[in-house]
């Protein structure tokens, strides 16, 4: 659901910009409490790298119309809402300076749209459901499984509030609007599938890298003289113990990333996704203009020079995700170091930087 540059007038764009400007200030700000040790950060820019290469998976869902993860609920439930806006953001600046997908102006647009509704949406939901269902795991995928759902189609009427603001075309907004929720609700059904595959395998490995699982799991009953009595909690994980697992399970998700990215993109549909589909039957993108960043040597997801279209698709996809992981990791240890307390060398009052 990537707008192009002139979809949007350039003054709800820069509203547009101001928005999503104090989403990623909130989002930094946030993300400070998130992330909370040593483990977070580089698994904060792993699910950001996850979702770039998600998304570069165009699944079929209708009448020669595509979709693809948006990925605000994943984020959210694995990282926390802000550190998953922050991912959100990352992805789509890479994007549209890389990859010419979602336009410059239309920045502030795609990162409130598809970061800030996809995200407070769905973690809103997710925490609303989590309080009323049991608390066990498998409350935990459900909930993730409808917000995620849910989320999508919000998105879509989001962008449709905005196009009845600022659209460059006459159209008629109720059509635009029934269409964009038609499509998009069973993009939504793809994405709670690709979420709560994904949560849930994390899930079943390391609970305790889930954000949005800390804390809800039932305490484990065990049966004594035909009576259940709570379980002693288990021995805290040294760090050392701790940070082995970690590590394996950056090392396959790392992988598994490059895998999809790299390989698996290669058979992704071609077909339109909702919000093309959408445009060009409703004549929403009669203005739509080139993208700025068309002549990037990474347009379109092909590296220039390459002939060969699978192996140009492999590289880029290739490209993205070292640079999605290297830049998400990077904001999410600068945000991170922000919130450690240092001792200053003379007197016993301690500082925290901020």
Known sequence: ?????????????AAAGLVAAGLVAAGLRGARRELGDERTAPLAGLVAAFVFAVQMLNFPVAAGTSGHLLGGALAAVLVGPWTGLLCIAVVL???????ADGGLTALGVNITVMGGVTVLVAYALFRALVTVLPRTRRSVTAATSVAALVSVPASAAAFTLVYAVGGTSDV????VLAAMLGVHVLIGVGEALITTATVGAVLAVRPD???????????????????????????ARTTAAAGRPTGRI?????AVTLLLAGFVSFHASTAPDGLEKVAADHGIDERARDHAAADSPLADYGVRGVTDTRLSGGLAGTIGVGATLALGTGVFWAARRRRTTTTPTAGNRRRETV
């Open 172 to 175: 008629r907004i109720g059509q």
């Open 209 to 235: 890298l889930v954000y949005g699982a800390r804390g809800l799991t039932a305490p484990l009953k065990l049966r004594v003289h035909g009576e259940l009595v709570d379980a002693a909690p288990a021995p």
């Open 93 to 99: 600046l890479l994007q549209g300076v890389l990859f």
């Open 250 to 254: 950056r090392a396959v998700a790392v």
């Open 1 to 13: 659901m990537h707008v192009p540059d002139g979809f949007i007038d350039a003054p709800v764009s």
